[in-house]
Structure formats: C-alpha cells, structure tokens
C-alpha cells in the first residue's frame, strides 16, 4: 500500500483577532493576478466571485500587515514587490513542506 502525505500551509498572525490568513487559496489568486493583471479576472479563472477575493485579500494584508495588491480602478491590479516576495516565499516553504512529506510518508507504510 502506497501512502501520499499532503499539507496546506496557512499563516495567521496570533496577535490580531481578525479572520483569514495566508494560505493556498491566496497564493493561488495572487498568483493569477499576477498573471492577469487583474483581480477580477484571476477571481472569475478561479469561479470565485470578485466581491470574495477582495475580502479574502484584504484578510490576508491584515494578517500579514503589509498590502499585498495595487489597485488602479479600471486599469488592474498588480501584486507589490512585498506582495511578491510573500508569493515567492509561500510556494518556497510549501515546496519544502511537499519534499519532507514525500520522503518520509513511506514510514507509515506496513507498520
């Protein structure tokens, strides 16, 4: 029998009592917004409505403290260079995360 091991990672700041956090739903918006130059846009490739990933990005900023997005009305959104590098660093430790489970998940086989 094969075992597989996933995590979804998720930041929150323990000091603010405020929903949301970092995770992989807002890596995956960002990362379309990225892509799309739009908020809008990267929400409705997700079927997600647009009034839904702002909530959920402007969550996500207050839990880390920094904004993630630049808005400019009609012309997009783009991510900041902190919004970027929170990006950057998100799928870097999920990366990781996903290469310490594939080694070991082994161990909990034919115990």
């Given amino acids: ?3 597989v091991a996933t995590a979804r990672l998720k930041f ?3 000091d603010i009592e405020a929903p949301g ?3 992989y739903g807002i890596a995956l918006l960002l990362a ?3 892509e799309e130059h739009s908020l809008n846009r ?4 997700m079927g ?3 009034s839904k990933a702002w909530r ?3 969550e996500a900023e207050t839990q880390l403290g920094y904004d993630l997005l630049e808005r400019d009305g009609a012309h997009g959104s783009t991510l900041t260079d902190k919004g970027k590098r ?3 660093v998100f799928w870097s430790i999920q990366h990781d995360v996903d290469e310490i489970l594939a080694r070991r998940a082994h161990e909990l086989e034919d115990l």
């Avoid at 990267?42 to 490739?45: C, G, H, L, Q, T």
């Fill in 1 to 3: 029998m094969a075992i």
């Fill in 12 to 14: 929150k700041n323990p």
């Fill in 21 to 23: 956090a970092f995770g």
């Fill in 32 to 34: 379309g917004v990225e």
């Fill in 42 to 45: 990267a929400a409705k490739r």
């Fill in 48 to 50: 997600m409505a647009y």
């Fill in 56 to 58: 959920i990005v402007r």
């Fill in 86 to 88: 929170a990006l950057e």
